[in-house]
């Protein structure tokens, strides 16, 4: 697709001559007289050909009714976009959806969000292909569609249209099962004249993935009361459009969705996950994990319902290397019985993942057991309080900001680290960073140093933050008030001494760095640090005990951690964004454990350099078959 070419029309004409031509161009393109149409035709009235534009839009080479159905969902303004999350849906993925769900020669299928009609058309396809339909029965006995939209559900009635046209077809207005409304406050008993149970034997789509945070406060309060899937947290759209579906279906019944994977594990997703476990409605899950289907920053699955009580959701997740329209001609699935898995947070895994993960959580004690996680400090804007110990002047560290230099006293700074820095142990050792820490430590706790005494006792400090006092105080964007402007923006682990293990909190392999600094600071990830005697009891089995201090503990701790058996673990149980890339956050690794060690092993562990070798002494000791 050529969307520079689009984007630059955008810029000099209003979206609907732009459809209009795109349209038009199509239908000469292909030879069609769309004068046959009624509905063409009258879309056609009073169009007025702009030839510059007529040859921009020719030089596209829209060959295929699919191909003007994704130059079309690029004409969607980006406000719409923001609020109803629209996103084009890949052929290869309605095809997949369709034929997992077996639309029957009666049956009726719905798409609730149907944009400019994907689903729709291959639906009609389907019934062409498998019953020898027609495809104006078809368009009237089996496919019904919802927009938000009005000009979503013309576009769709075009296309529609353009398809049966292709086929010496000719479709007409009263043929349509289409309406334009807001599918979560809708009366769907009396949204389709030919439908009036409000009940569908097939729902299929791509709903929309709108944030809690983009709709407005009407929406939300309605949603709240209306909806059980969007009490927790700051909830999805497309959770609300998994409860509807399920209400829709009729009890033979299934559903299939394309939807974020998200809401197998987020925060937010625990009353969607609380609503899957009560009703037992999953049959089927199809993850894409990292691998991006769509263009755009968006991790995916197919999931599949009905109205069956399924003790077991059947799981297949892509291979990394595998393209997904390869993947979904082979996908398969494993069970993960429902009475297993933890709404909290669901893992869902294959056969033979379940039982390496099984052993890794249960043959020792969990890492949260022996040793503290806990999240980087957040200044929410970490350029504006960092320096470099290596700039100074006069024993006075420099900051350079809107070309010009401040002098800083060292006294109100702190060493920092902040760990996406680090590639290795080495460069974590040749740390050179700082951070100014405007706060005093007492019993403990860190409280900010009020403004007379910063004024005071750091009046050079004090000269550079009255200068970005602006900046510092945009942080927030009027959310919350951060008093006084200097300090951080949140107070999380300002108080943490000792050596800690650092974790980024995306890595394509465990990166479990040492910091021997014990006064430092750490931001950008998770830092692992011990708290009182848990250093001398963190390697202990029963009959023999072995004492280390805590800097050898963490050596030997970071070992394991940085093992292949971690890798595997979080690789399997964690989320993971694009490049494969897991992520290392508390609730992903708390439960990884560590066995005990007698004597011998802890000193053949200690002595261990090379990397295979760890990794094999240690898939022999938690007893992994990988």
């Known amino acids: 697709m050529k969307k520079a070419t689009l984007n630059n029309l955008l810029i000099k004409y209003e979206i609907e001559t732009i459809e209009k031509h795109l349209i038009y161009t199509f239908l000469n393109i292909s030879d069609l007289e769309y004068s046959k149409s009624s509905i063409l035709k009258s879309y056609f009235e009073n169009f007025e050909n702009d030839q510059e534009l007529y040859l921009s839009i020719s030089s596209l080479n829209i060959n295929s009714l699919k191909e003007l159905e994704n130059y079309l969902e690029l004409l969607i303004p980006v406000e719409d976009r923001k609020v109803n999350g629209a996103f084009f849906t890949p052929t290869y993925i309605t095809n997949f959806i369709i034929d997992e769900i077996k639309p029957k020669k009666s049956g009726k299928n719905l798409d609730p969000s149907c944009g400019c009609g994907a689903f729709l058309i291959e639906l009609v396809e389907y019934y062409q292909s498998n019953f020898n339909k027609k495809i104006k029965q078809t368009i009237k006995d089996n496919i019904f569609g919802a927009d938000i939209l009005g000009y979503n559900i013309r576009r769709t009635k075009l296309l529609l249209s353009i398809f049966a046209l292709q086929r010496n077809e000719i479709v007409d207005e009263k043929d349509f099962n289409l309406t334009i409304q807001d599918s979560l406050r809708a009366d769907w008993k009396h949204s389709f004249r030919r439908n009036n149970t409000g009940k569908f034997d097939n729902i299929v789509g791509n709903p929309p993935y709108v944030k809690f945070q983009d709709l407005s406060d009407e929406n939300r309060s309605y949603l709240l009361n209306k909806w059980l899937t969007i009490h927790k947290g700051t909830y999805n759209l497309y959770f609300a459009f998994f409860e509807l579906g399920y209400k829709l279906l009729n009890e033979n019944g299934m559903l299939g969705y394309i939807t974020p994977n998200n809401y197998f594990t987020s925060l937010a997703g625990e009353s969607l996950r609380m609503y899957f476990h009560n009703q037992k409605c999953i049959k089927r899950i199809v993850d894409f994990n990292h691998k991006k289907v769509f263009d755009s920053q968006t991790y995916t699955a197919i999931t599949f319902l009905n109205k069956k009580v399924n003790p ?182 300002l108080t943490i001494k000792g050596e800690k293990i650092l974790t980024p909190t995306f890595s394509k392999y465990p990166r479990f760095i040492i ?36 800097v050898e503990n963490l050596k030997i701790l970071q070992k394991i951690l940085n093992s292949c058996v971690m890798h595997y673990y979080v690789s399997k149980t964690s989320v993971s964004i694009e490049g494969n890339y897991p992520c290392y956050q508390k609730n992903f690794i708390e439960k990884f454990t560590i066995p005990e060690f007698t004597n011998k092993e802890i000193k053949l562990l200690a002595k261990l350099k090379n990397l295979k070798k760890i990794d094999d002494f240690l898939i022999k000791k938690y007893q992994l078959n990988l």
């Not at 750490?522 to 029963?542: K, P, V």
């Open 312 to 493: 077991a959701i059947y799981y297949d997740r892509i291979k990394e290397g595998q393209k997904p329209e390869a993947f979904l001609k082979k996908a398969g699935g494993s069970p993960n019985k429902i009475k297993e898995l933890n709404y909290k947070k669901w893992r869902l895994l294959k056969l033979k993942e379940q039982k390496n993960i099984k052993i890794i959580e249960t043959i020792g004690t969990p890492i949260n057991q022996i040793i503290s996680i806990s999240v980087g400090i957040a200044t929410l804007k970490d350029e504006l309080y960092f320096l470099n110990n290596n700039v100074k002047k006069k024993g006075l560290l420099l900051k350079t900001i809107d070309d010009k230099t401040f002098e800083i006293e060292r006294e109100i700074t702190k060493s920092i680290y902040k760990i996406s820095d680090f590639k290795s142990q080495e460069e974590c050792n040749h740390n050179t960073r700082r951070i100014i820490f405007p706060y005093r430590v007492d019993n403990g706790k860190a409280l900010p140093i009020i403004e007379s005494e910063l004024k005071k006792c750091f009046p050079k400090c004090y000269i550079y933050f009255k200068y970005i006092k602006g900046k510092l105080q945009s942080r927030s964007k009027g959310k919350i008030q951060i008093e006084p402007f200097y300090a951080y923006g949140r107070n999380q682990s």
């Open 515 to 550: 910091a021997e600094d014990k006064e430092a600071l750490f931001c950008n990830g998770y830092g692992m640090h011990f708290n009182g005697t848990e250093a001398n009891q963190t390697f202990s089995s029963g009959e023999v005990t072995h004492s280390l201090s805590k």
